[in-house]
């Protein structure tokens, strides 16, 4: 049976390919977990002084950078699923990281393989279940760990010691250097767990930044004083709900063989842990002892202990960004190795982006600009323009279109995005792109205590409905890029109504029925007691 299964693989695989050599291009698409584009320095931001990121930088230098790029669902899981299917949320079944994908669906990888191309995934997959459409795959289970990572694949889990972004490039370079069809073109995923929480760099990057004090985002101290409800409900504030053990390891090494620490340290920051071998260990002792002794001498409270814990916060992030840039690095120079590096596109994406301190916050889930951005940066040699920088409104709901445009395959009527393709060749559009994006976040009550909400984004303005509760915030992102002063109240009234106008109309050009009803007042009250009508 498998044989059979195998040789009318082989069969429509040779019907697909063209007679001639096939010089379509390969793809490396290098996808990051929570990686913000402020954390680039291509990006323009408040950390581009710090600079972590010149491999990356490098391909923004060689190609093109999307300045307005934007998720539909800020969170890991839903990310991933909008890229697989090219399809909205409510459309692809995958809204919250509680569902399961039903990877039996059409995805772009299986379409890529339709047509001849070769597809491999390795890394965070974060989809659950053994991926679909891939020759090759090596997948993080859920999370994934930073130190010595399990990975599910074909053959079983397997462990594999060291830094689990480094281990990844590995699995990636040794896929392009021995395993993969040189008369095939390529698409290769490269899916790092880095820099997602909690953060975890590189043995040789625990030193990183000792020297400097990283510049802290100018809306550190926010009070949301502006926004509804919502913000002051949040869970993922710095000061009340980053846990100084769990996120940014106190007291963790010193205590590595006591019991009492394995309690305290509980879930995957003790996971992670008790999986270094001695000497990673040594080294962390090394690196986090004299600093947490210092700390500890410091008695810090208030505004102060916000600030030394946004200092560990914003350097461990920065340090696992930072072996992200290398490992990129290394995959550009294995390409030019092999002689692949005129005939591959590269493009650099994070599944959303991220509060690194930013309005006094961590994680994402939010509409807010910081964690509804995504890096975009592609380099296609010969077509995009080197250093071009691209201002329309794209989303990773428009991936899996490009991808099977730049393979010459017919894109299926029921995806949702639209190709890049014409934007990357450099086309002079006399109509937008897109003059709007839409946006739907539903994980709530759930971690971080984000509610549900819907928007939709232009250029200029953004509308946010935070549906449950009834209210709505809205920002001029021209005056105010911070997004600091609600003007839903105050704004011309034609203006609002007409942006309310066009959410209508984007939930029903993609079909969204998925909003829960508003909540009864007695239950706005139990989740914000503040509430009142
Ligand atoms: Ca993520």
């Known amino acids: 049976m498998l044989k059979r299964v195998f040789s009318s693989l082989l069969i429509s695989a040779a019907l697909a390919a063209p007679a001639f050599a096939d010089e379509r291009p390969n793809i490396l698409f290098i996808f990051t977990d929570d990686h913000a584009p402020h954390a680039i320095g291509a990006y323009d931001g408040w950390l581009k002084s710090v600079n972590p990121t010149p491999s990356i930088d490098q391909i923004a230098a060689q190609g093109m950078l999307f300045k307005n790029s934007f998720c539909t669902n800020s969170i890991c899981g839903p990310s991933r699923a909008v890229i697989q299917t090219g399809k909205h949320s409510h459309q692809n079944g995958f809204m919250n990281n509680g569902n399961s994908f039903n990877w039996d669906q059409q995805t772009f990888p299986k379409l890529l393989k339709?047509?001849?191309?070769?597809?491999?995934?390795?890394?965070?997959?974060?989809?659950?279940?053994?991926?679909?459409?891939?020759?090759?795959?090596?997948?993080l289970p859920g999370q994934g760990l930073y130190y010595n990572p399990d990975f599910f694949t074909e053959d079983g889990k397997i462990t594999v010691e060291g830094h689990s972004t480094d281990v990844i490039t590995g699995m990636a370079t040794d896929w392009l250097t021995n395993q993969r069809d040189a008369e095939k073109p390529f698409m290769l995923m490269v899916q790092f767990k880095a820099p997602h929480r909690n953060w975890m760099p590189a043995e040789r990057y625990l030193h990183l930044y000792d020297d400097i004090e990283m510049p802290e985002p100018p809306t550190l101290f926010d009070k949301w004083e502006d926004n509804t409800l919502a913000a002051k409900y949040n869970e993922l504030e710095i000061?009340?709900?980053?846990?100084?053990?769990?996120?940014?390891?106190?007291d963790l090494t010193a205590d590595f063989d006591q019991e009492a620490s394995q309690k305290r340290q509980d879930r995957s920051a003790w996971n992670n842990m008790k999986r270094m071998t001695e000497s990673q260990m040594t080294a962390w002792r090394g690196a986090y002892g004299p600093k947490d002794k210092a700390f500890h001498e410091q008695n810090l409270s208030g505004d102060d202990l916000v600030r030394w814990k946004y200092q560990r916060y914003a350097k461990n992030y920065l340090r696992c960004v930072k072996g992200v840039d290398d490992n990129v690095g290394n995959l550009m120079n294995t390409l030019k190795e092999l002689e692949l590096d005129e005939n591959t596109i590269v493009i650099y994406s994070s599944d959303q982006g991220f509060y690194i301190g930013d309005h006094g916050w961590y994680d994402k889930r939010w509409m807010y600009e910081e964690s509804l951005k995504m890096p975009l940066i592609v380099k296609w040699p010969g077509v995009t323009e080197p250093g071009s920088i691209n201002e329309e409104l794209v989303q990773n709901l428009d991936y899996a279109s490009?991808?099977?445009?730049?393979?010459?395959?017919?894109?299926?009527?029921?995806?949702q995005g639209q190709s890049l393709v014409p934007l990357l060749e450099g086309a002079e559009t006399v109509a937008p792109f897109r003059d709007a994006i839409y946006y739907h976040y539903y994980e709530y009550p759930s971690v971080h205590m984000v509610p549900r909400h819907c928007g939709i984004r232009t250029d200029r303005y953004k509308l946010i409905h935070f549906y449950q509760f009834g209210v709505w915030e809205m920002y001029d992102l021209e005056s105010d890029p911070d997004e600091l002063t609600n003007i839903y109240e105050t704004a011309d009234p034609t203006l609002v109504a007409e942006m309310k106008e066009k959410l209508e109309a984007l939930k029903e050009h993609y079909g969204d029925d998925s909003h829960e009803a508003e909540f009864t007042l007695e239950k706005k009250k139990e989740f914000w007691p503040e509430y009142s009508e």
């Open 114 to 139: 339709e047509v001849g191309y070769q597809t491999a995934i390795y890394g965070k997959s974060h989809l659950k279940g053994n991926p679909q459409g891939y020759d090759d795959w090596k997948v």
């Open 239 to 250: 000061d009340r709900h980053m846990d100084i053990n769990y996120d940014l390891f106190l």
């Open 402 to 415: 490009t991808f099977l445009d730049i393979a010459g395959a017919t894109i299926p009527e029921d995806l």
